[in-house]
């Protein structure tokens, strides 16, 4: 696979076009993505993100790139804040618990790409070194309630998104404040009470605004310039513009992030999933619903730019595509008889890759392997030993990236069922219980299982 060699194309929202990827260190790529907010469950359109983007990162891994992946972890702010206090729970504990809760979720669906994840609070003195600058270079103002940034010094706010600053007056987040010197201005640093959470600086005593916590950590941990920004469209606007912002004014530089990727929203029943519609799904219960692996090759089956309909039905679709990939799996793994067919591997694996290259085309890979899937299953009774070895060796190699296939075989589960009954006997008849014993027998044997007792040993074989 690795002699494969076709030119990577990324869609960049900041450019609005597909753009050659071309690191800035060689193979070396440095990725980041907005982590989240750790009060509650992730929702399935958080996870929609997350796995595409952990898949973006194993598959540029698999293409030969070494990828140092970061994403952010908000572990103190306003909504943590709030729920601790409906709870009864500090917020470093709540915050804890939800990031655990986190990482056990992206585990159902197998995200665990990420090289490193940075908690906001231990980066309190960088955010800190970047207000200072800001005030210095007075890009920044102190206010009654805070520390801001002031928009009408950077003059290319809103290009992310598209927007000029006469367009953006009702998009802003949070209410207007009575100091701040424009409606768009940001927080760099929201003043507390001393009794609350928070940290003293010659401002004031606060804590930090969501903008500046990640270009604070990004600064610290990939440099004024790195190569990938990603996250949901939902933080084009303002997120993203206002990380842009700080970053270029403090570094000079012409981008933060020379390509930026976003996902498409994830609707339910074509609505926008959010609290204020109630139609909030949390991905843990989507996965014990549905199964991680199913999930992860549901939300891989979409162009990742694209709206993405949460639905029975597509998710009926993926589940049974999966069931074809995964049966194929299985059945080329007990394969013990073997004909003369062979299979054009590197065939299907260049129109796979071709596919993928052209920006994370993970839809259009993932028929490229249904197709081959059907062909296999074609040839499957006459396969020779070495197409059935190509193939099983390809259906791993693509799941590098994809991370949809059960390694064990229905057949390897079915062994291990088998061997635990058997112990349960074994203990029966050494305690005498032969009754019992002779009734699991005889229950095995209705069931195609023929036991074979000699001495101590036991053995056991499928009927024919």
Same mark, same amino acid.
């Given at each position: ?43 399935? #359109? ?99 309630? #805070? ?318």
């Amino acid at each position: 696979m690795k002699s494969i060699l076709h030119i990577m194309l990324v869609f960049n929202t900041l450019t609005r076009r597909l753009e050659e990827l071309r690191p800035r260190d060689g193979r070396r790529l440095k990725i980041f993505v907005c982590g989240p907010t750790v009060y509650d469950y992730i929702h399935v #359109g958080n996870g929609r993100t997350f796995v595409f983007f952990d898949a973006a990162v194993k598959y540029l891994r698999y293409r030969g790139y070494s990828v140092f992946y970061l994403q952010n972890i908000t572990d103190l702010d306003d909504k943590i804040i709030n729920r601790g206090k409906e709870t009864g729970t500090e917020p470093s504990v709540l915050a804890r618990k939800f990031f655990e809760a986190y990482l056990a979720d992206l585990t159902k669906v197998h995200a665990d790409a990420v090289s490193y994840y940075a908690f906001a609070t231990d980066y309190i003195r960088e955010i800190a070194s970047q207000v200072r600058r800001l005030l210095r270079i007075g890009a920044a103002y102190v206010a009654n309630d #805070g520390v801001y940034f002031d928009i009408s010094s950077f003059k290319d706010y809103g290009k992310l998104s598209g927007q000029r600053l006469d367009q953006i007056m009702h998009m802003v987040r949070h209410e207007m404040s009575s100091s701040k010197r424009n409606p768009e201005d940001f927080a760099l640093w929201k003043f507390t009470d001393a009794s609350e959470d928070g940290w003293n600086y010659k401002w004031g005593h606060g804590r930090p605004g969501w903008h500046i916590e990640d270009t604070a950590i990004t600064e610290e941990m990939l440099g004024r310039t790195y190569d990938i920004h990603g996250g949901g469209t939902d933080l084009i606007f303002p997120h993203h513009e206002g990380e842009i912002a700080i970053m270029r004014t403090l570094s000079g530089n012409r981008r933060l992030a020379r390509y930026w990727i976003h996902t498409g929203m994830l609707n339910i029943s074509d609505k926008k999933m959010a609290k204020s519609e109630g139609n909030m799904v949390s991905l843990r219960d989507a996965a014990e619903k549905y199964g991680g692996n199913n999930l992860r090759l549901f939300f891989l089956s979409a162009g990742y730019r694209s709206e993405l309909l949460f639905d029975e039905s597509t998710l009926h679709e993926a589940a049974q595509n999966l069931s074809k990939i995964q049966s194929l799996y299985d059945r080329l793994k007990q394969k013990d008889s073997f004909g003369s067919a062979s299979i054009d591997v590197p065939e299907y694996k260049n129109k796979l890759v071709t596919a993928i290259d052209k920006d994370f085309d993970f839809r259009s890979g993932i028929m490229n392997l249904l197709e081959f899937v059907n062909k296999v299953n074609t040839e499957f009774n006459n396969l020779s030993e070495n197409a059935c070895k190509q193939c099983l060796d390809f259906l791993l190699e693509v799941d590098l990236f994809l991370c949809i296939l059960n390694r064990s075989s229905s057949h390897e589960k079915y062994d291990r069922i088998i061997d635990m009954i058997l112990e349960i006997r074994n203990m029966l008849r050494r305690r005498k219980e032969f009754e019992q014993s002779d009734k699991i027998r005889s229950m095995l044997s209705e069931a195609g299982v023929e036991i074979e007792d000699t001495g101590d040993k036991v053995t056991w074989r499928l009927k024919q």
